[in-house]
């Protein structure tokens, strides 16, 4: 069965260093998404993703944020300068249509 | 705003026992409405959804009525299993959008 791919499975990295994680969604799927999971909190909607550009974005993605599906297959979240507080789980979304999203495993990114 | 409203956890259940995860929730006309379930160590997996009024979602046993009237969406089984044991998270897209809005999430553990 097609799968939503995150690596890696876990980041750790220092207070204002870039991050970039990586997310391969299924193959014929047109639409991607991103979202976060602080530890004990909601899993919160950050940005989706269609036809090379941004369709939709949450308050929470802002100009620290960016995303990219530089070739036919990956999408990514950069974050440029990371603070204590972007430490979340971060999912990786895909769909073919407005209804369906497939999860990736996520991505645990702890800013040290 | 959209938002949904879950049960707090953990629900703890006998194996056999009825499970009943509370669900409701806020958004302008017509959401369509979807439970996904988190098992330990995975990503979000759609468990079922329901795109209009009186629609009943079904998986795997579980099931889940849209109501309008009362804006609600609970998930229901009649006779849970030890491998039912996760976390449940409630979710809706709003009408023109893409973005899921999720609930807190509900932990339930199921004893043999």
């Known amino acids: 069965e097609p ?16 991050v970039i994680l990586r997310c391969v969604p299924i193959s014929n799927h047109l639409y991607f998404y991103w979202y976060r999971q602080i530890l004990g909190q909601k899993v919160e909607f950050l940005v989706s993703f269609y036809n090379n550009e941004i369709s939709e ?12 599906r530089p070739d036919g297959s ?7 300068s990371t603070k204590l507080e972007d430490s979340a789980m971060y ?6 249509d407005r209804d369906i999203q497939y999860f990736g495993a996520g991505t645990r990114l702890s800013v040290l | ?40 160590g995975e990503g979000l997996q759609l468990l079922l959804k329901a795109t209009k009024a009186d629609d009943k979602g079904s998986n795997k046993g579980f099931e889940a009525t849209y109501r309008k009237e009362t804006t609600s969406f609970h998930l229901e089984k009649g006779s849970v299993q030890v491998s039912d044991s ?11 959008r893409r973005a899921l809005t999720f609930g807190s999430g509900t932990r339930l553990q199921v004893q043999p």
């Open chain 1, 74 to 80: 990956n999408f990514t979240l950069k974050i440029r």
């Open chain 1, 91 to 96: 999912f990786c979304a895909s769909s073919w």
């Open chain 1, 3 to 18: 799968e939503v791919t995150q690596t890696p499975s876990h980041q750790v990295t220092q207070m204002g260093q870039e």
């Open chain 2, 1 to 40: 705003g959209n938002s949904v409203t879950q049960m707090e956890g953990p629900v703890t259940l006998s194996e056999e026992a009825f499970l009943t995860i509370n669900c409701t929730y806020t958004a302008t006309g017509y959401p369509s409405l979807f439970w996904y379930v988190q098992y330990p």
């Open chain 2, 86 to 96: 996760a976390v449940y998270f409630c979710a809706l897209i709003a009408e023109g």
């Open chain 1, 57 to 68: 974005k949450s308050e929470i993605f802002d100009d620290q944020f960016s995303v990219e």
